[in-house]
């Protein structure tokens, strides 16, 4: 799509979108934001999350990286983006509850299974991808596909745990005034799966 078809977008929420929310702008110029869940996605350009679960302006901050990883607690001084993120979600906005939400057809948990070479264009794609190496697959009896399906489920399972790495979030799941959510959208139909901890398994919305 062209930059100058962004803009021409630009002026088209102006004059539609912006005023279907025009008072929730207001509102959340003035208080702040106040959101309960922190959301994380891919950065999957057909991963949308307000569109997939219709969410308004305030509801969710939103953390999209490659693949939906969560990387583990690593208390050094050095630059850690999303785990900043997670910190300032749960630390101070005290949201209620985060969602990591995984897809079909990932990209980042294919390349788990491909040799991506030495390329210094891809230094630190390499690097992020080790955080997903504990959801690879060894089954002979699975087809490629089914594979690749099974590893975006196991992912968003440890993603969830990477999250109890962090002291704030183990401490507030503790108490009970935070709760994990794993969730696989299905990019060729819509619908979402809910990872049930107690059945270890992922089941569709009724």
Not at 59 to 78: C, E, H, Q, S, W
Not at 123 to 129: D, M, R, S, V
């Amino acid at each position: 799509m062209p930059i100058a078809n962004l803009l021409e977008g630009n002026r088209q929420f102006q004059q539609i979108g912006f005023k279907k929310h025009e008072e929730d702008f207001g509102r959340l110029t003035h208080e702040g934001q106040n959101p309960d869940i922190l959301f994380i996605g891919c950065s999957d350009s057909r991963v949308v999350p307000d569109l997939i679960v219709d969410s308004k302006p305030g509801d969710m901050f939103i953390l999209r990286n490659v693949g939906n990883f969560v990387p583990p607690y690593k208390p050094d001084n050095d630059f850690h983006g999303s785990a900043a993120a997670i910190e300032y979600a749960v630390s101070i906005l005290n949201v209620k509850d985060i969602i990591v939400c995984g897809h079909s057809h990932c990209g980042a948990c294919a390349a788990l299974y491909k040799e991506l070479g030495d390329d210094e264009g891809i230094t630190h794609i390499k690097k992020w991808l080790e955080i997903g190496k504990g959801a690879k697959i060894t089954n002979p009896n699975l087809t490629q596909e089914q594979i690749y399906t099974e590893t975006e489920k196991a992912s968003i399972v440890l993603q969830l745990r990477n999250l109890l790495t962090y002291p704030k979030v183990k401490e507030r799941v503790g108490n009970q005034t935070l709760e994990l959510h794993g969730w696989y959208y299905k990019i060729e139909t819509g619908k979402i799966e809910v990872y049930n901890r107690t059945l270890n398994s992922f089941e569709a919305l009724p």
